[in-house]
């Protein structure tokens, strides 16, 4: 069972719209992220969180919105998205910001996002 | 210019194979590096860090030429259950929050 537990797995949304991303993780963590993953692309960070305070925007859309309520918690608000938005959307957590001891990221599971 | 290339792969190899993957990264201040495995429809793991002098974990064994901006996995044994993307990820700084990712290196392991 992974200690990074994302909903829903699998979303379709119309241009119109708005739904949301729900990333919990059971692990203790102060530092939570939202990864985009398209096909044939790497991995692309979106948002990072450092005990509740965002601390990095790596330019993404305000069609996302990113919402931590506390450690623990993490949304990515979709609205008027766009087919090119379709991915797999990851969360993640490490224990700080600057990694704790292994410089590991635990991901969940991803939600799959289907624009049309 | 992308900060962290891989072998485009996909490497097909039969059981008890060795099989070695490339990476190389472009910003020379990167400091830390780490091979992660992502097995299809799943979420990416950490497989294993990647030090200065080399570092060995079982039938893995990764290497780092800081001189070169290059990092390399190598699989011992290929096992079946070896069969999985394997990501090179580079950070610059202390924060994992500027972790770079390669675009993945796919490897099957045939019977």
């Known amino acids: 069972e992974t200690g990074v537990t994302q909903t829903p797995r699998h979303l379709v949304m119309g241009m119109t719209n708005k739904k949301s991303l729900k990333c919990e993780q059971h692990?203790?963590?102060?530092?939570m992220y939202w990864y985009k993953q398209s096909a044939k692309k790497p991995l692309e960070l979106m948002f990072v969180y450092n005990f509740k305070e965002q601390t990095e925007n790596n330019s993404v859309p305000s069609r996302f919105s990113p919402e931590c309520p506390n450690s623990s918690h993490l949304f990515l608000h979709l609205h008027t998205l766009q087919p090119e938005d379709s991915a797999l959307y990851l969360c993640?957590?490490?224990?700080?910001?600057?990694?704790?001891?292994?410089?590991?990221?635990?991901f969940g599971e991803g939600s799959r996002l289907t624009v049309l | 210019r992308k900060e962290v290339e891989q072998d485009p792969g996909p490497f097909n190899v039969p059981e008890g194979a060795t099989v070695a993957f490339n990476c190389t990264y472009s910003n020379s201040a990167s400091q830390s590096f780490f091979w992660y495995r992502q097995d299809c429809r799943k979420e990416p793991k950490l497989l294993m860090s990647?030090?200065?002098s080399g570092n060995e974990d079982g039938r893995f064994t990764a290497q780092l030429n800081r001189a070169s901006q290059y990092i390399s996995l190598l699989i011992r044994d290929s096992k079946l259950s070896d069969s999985a993307t394997y990501l090179c990820v580079v950070s610059r700084g202390s924060t994992l929050g500027r972790l770079y990712f390669g675009r993945g290196t796919q490897l099957t392991v045939w019977p």
């Open positions: 692990l203790g963590h102060n530092a």
């Open positions: 990647v030090y200065s």
């Open positions: 993640a957590s490490s224990p700080t910001r600057s990694g704790g001891a292994s410089g590991e990221l635990f």
